[in-house]
């Protein structure tokens, strides 16, 4: 099970709580996570991508064992921790400014974006 | 009738106010998709239970969402507003041509007749239509295919559908307004379109009377007389007697002409509100005075309307969703300002009082009579 945190507005659109859990078929990528994601979640169809284009939107950020994966192209393999589901993938809300730990705190991860 | 919702779209989310006929003491529900930006909020005149309500974030785009409650729960619909065919250029702010892109929704106009059909106005500007309850969008992309769509420029807040008025009388019979384009009606539901800008002066554009590019801000009818519509442009204050074929001016005695709502009394088809603001580069009323000015005579000559309102130091603004009427007896009237102020007027206009006053910046504020 791959493991994928929400920023706050989008957990609250998805109706969770916290991190989500997800089954991707085959070789666990980018695009499949996110096809997954919205696959049981209809309601993020749109936050996270453009509908058609299928683009990141320019303010949402992926992240995954401290890299920076926002400019992976949508077929780029996830790392092996989050595959196994020992590292989440984060999905963030680009930020500037703010400080770490209070970060860490309001969203309730291990890690924060600069 | 026995009381009045009135809702509120702001800058971090939406309220419910409500009260009973009265409409002296108010309780007050929200925030409502807290940390959105809400840019509309309006009721079903079929279901005033159905409420339709647009959400924008500069990071997850557009969402819209309806209640069947009132406004006590909500639920996601669609959010998928798709161009028509060949999205085409406009202009940019540099004259050069420019690809639609969907921005946000500002408008949400339900249908006066089913509950399930609203239109949705959006930036880029185009007229969006569901029939299923807010959970397929179509664009009416007439409007954008008429012809003059090229030339259509964005304005300093964006380019942007923001009026949708549904003529009573005739179901086909839609009339909206652009951001800086215009005015525009369509008399066969939506198929073909034409501007209604005759008589419209912009001295700041290349073609002071131009068929298209004026920077209308609202327009806003009484039901009785869906041929007469009354509307607030960037400058100036105009009127039309026969369905936007042309337009004269009703500024009259205004202390500024340049201002953002305008809506009209319930019961008097000649009773019309503007909320004068200084100018377009200072967004504040003069004099540091918020004064709404009313006429009873359908332009031209206007009172000022004071009590109960800030006489001093005051540097909001009241933007161009931000006006509505109720039609109880004693018709009443409200607005919303950047200051997070609700003003509620329960005799027409003559006194003023907040329901609230610390809201975030009001975008829009729509009344049921309930």
Known sequence: MIKVALPAHLRTLAGVSGDVSLDVDGVATLGSVLDALEAHYPVLRGAIRDHVTQQRRPYVRFFACQEDLSHEPPDAPLPALVVSGAEPFFIVGAIAGGKRDRIERSRGVRQSVI | MSGVRVLVGTHKG???LASDGKRDRWEVSGPHFG????????GSPVNPDRLYAAQSS??????IHRSDDGGKTWEPVGNKFVYDGVTGTHQWYDGTPHPWEFKRVWHLEPSLTDADTVY??????ALFRSTDGGQNWQELSGLRGHGSGPRWQPGAGGMCLHSIVLDPADPRRIFVAISAAGAFRTDDGGENWRPINQGLYSQYIPEPTAEVGHCVHRI???KSRPGVLFMQKHWDVMRSDNAGDSWQEISGNLPTDFGFVIDVHAHEPETVYVVPIKSDSEHYPPDGKLRVYRSRSGGNEWEALTKGLPQRDCYVNVLRDAMAVDSLDECGVYFGTTGGQVYASANGGDSWAPIVRDLPAVFSVEVQTL
């Open chain 2, 14 to 16: 939406a309220f419910v």
């Open chain 2, 35 to 42: 940390g959105w930006e809400i840019h509309h909020v309006k």
């Open chain 2, 58 to 63: 500069s990071w997850f785009g557009q969402q």
């Open chain 2, 120 to 125: 949705g106005g959006v930036e880029d500007a």
């Open chain 2, 220 to 222: 806003a009818m009484h």
